[in-house]
């Protein structure tokens, strides 16, 4: 038998008694539509607006954010100033644009608090705040209900204060916690050995795409090597990854591809098939589909095997290969290979994927608040092209890490939401109790 079933019998054979939380709670301001009887002592919070917040945000500090989102952070005792607060405390947005249940927080220490509504239990020997915030998660999309509102929502307290939670006894609470403390630490043990893993695979993959696109000369001869300079090179074996010399030819990109100047009346152009620079995901991730269109007349049109680079911020690596038709704009370079070119579509893309690639397009790019690549430079770069059994080698191979690293990037938030799921399903079952007399 566990501990808490072994208390559950000992302590409160009957059922568990609920009571409204108004009762049992303190919470930092006196609510409009909640009579004045059910909020006798109320414990004032002066707030920041969550831009000014953040403003305070410093590296290492010892008071926390308390946001009204998910971001949080730290600052100290001489920036917090007036605003510094210290007790254990339960929160919840009073103005919330996502779901309550990613908002509500816990905190014991000092801290500097955004728009949220605060409780704290006004016995702590009958209610534990840490029980208490575990139980305003099981209930948050009772909670989330209770929000009104066109665009920002902000909730009706008294519905809130009326809710009905139940009490078992101190004992009880602290071994809820505890399993639930325990079953949290491990979902984020979990959550971070996985982003752990993706890295490592994303890192491998760069390398090895690097490394397959580097060909320096040994002897007179074009070799491929995992080695980064000429110098390096001459140490190793004249056989790199690929375990085979060959011929190796050098071209600018402008020698054989071209920037696509083609246009298309924007409005023809699929909602999903429109590629915008904010719609390239940043680290070489590919695209997002795009919420709506621009409000433009007409867009560059780009087509399967396109290669569109975001040209704005270059060191931020945006590139997506088409396989669709749509449309874009020109803060996105659209290339294409001419015809006839003995180059595999994939080839040049994993080329124009490289960190050498990127090194070069950030060098020669223009600006300093938000620069720009120079698409003259853009065209200048030195593509290698050894032969096409080659290329389609070095294709095979990665597009095998791409679909390693895709598999684990697009299974990743399935498991955590799995995860998730399973931990709410815990959660709620541990905080729900039969009643005192039915």
């Known amino acids: 038998m566990s501990r808490l079933r072994e208390l559950m019998e000992e302590l409160c054979p009957n059922g568990v008694e609920y009571v409204p939380l108004w009762s049992v709670t303190i919470w930092d301001k006196k609510f409009n539509a909640v009579e004045r009887d059910k909020q006798p002592i109320v414990e004032n919070y002066r707030y920041l607006l969550a831009n000014d917040l953040f403003l305070m945000e410093v590296d290492k500090g010892d008071v926390f954010l308390l946001s009204t989102g998910e971001r949080t952070g730290w600052t100290t005792k001489e920036l ?21 249940t990613d908002c509500i927080k816990y905190y014991k220490g000092k801290f500097v608090t955004a728009d949220n509504r605060i409780a704290t239990s006004n016995d702590i020997t009958k209610l534990s705040n840490r029980y208490l915030y575990y139980w305003m998660m099981s209930q948050g999309k009772v909670i989330d209900t209770f929000y009104r509102g066109s665009g920002i929502k ?24 505890k399993l639930l403390d325990d079953f949290t630490e491990l979902t984020a043990e979990l959550t971070e050995q996985l982003m ?18 580097n060909f320096v000369r040994v002897d007179d001869t074009i070799v491929q090597t995992d ?45 999903d098939n429109y590629v915008g620079v904010e719609n390239l995901l940043q680290d070489r991730a590919g695209r997002r589909v795009a919420d709506s269109l621009p409000n433009v007349h007409t867009s560059i049109a780009f087509t399967h095997n396109d290669i569109l680079i975001g040209n704005i911020r270059p060191y931020l690596k945006k590139i997506w290969m088409a396989n669709c038709s749509g449309g874009t704009n020109g803060d996105v370079l659209t290339i294409r290979l001419n015809e006839g070119e003995k180059i595999l579509h994939r080839y040049l893309y994993y080329t124009l994927s490289s960190n050498q690639f990127f090194h070069y397009d950030v060098t020669y790019s223009k600006g300093t608040k938000m620069p720009r690549g120079d698409k003259g430079a853009v065209m200048k770069y030195r593509i290698p092209i050894p032969p096409l059994e080659v290329q389609q080698k070095i294709v095979s191979i990665l597009d095998r890490f791409d679909a390693l690293c895709n598999d684990l990037t697009n299974g990743l938030p399935a498991e955590i939401a799995a995860r998730k799921k399973q931990y709410e399903h815990y959660r709620d079952k541990l905080l729900t109790f039969p009643r005192i007399n039915g």
């Open 227 to 271: 080695r980064q300079t000429d110098r390096q090179a001459q140490r190793i074996s004249k056989f790199g990854l690929l375990r085979k010399t060959f011929d190796v030819e050098w071209k600018a990109l402008g020698e054989v591809a071209y920037y696509v100047r083609d246009r298309i009346e924007t409005k023809n152009v699929p909602v």
């Open 196 to 213: 752990t893993e993706l890295t490592l695979r994303k890192k491998q993959y760069n390398f090895y795409r690097d490394s397959l696109l």
């Open 80 to 100: 917090a100033g007036e605003y510094l607060k210290e007790g254990e405390v339960v929160s919840i947005p009073w103005r919330k644009s996502r779901d309550v």
């Open 154 to 177: 902000h909730p009706d307290m008294a519905k809130v204060l009326n809710m009905q939670i139940p009490i078992p006894p101190l004992a009880i609470q602290n071994e809820i916690v």
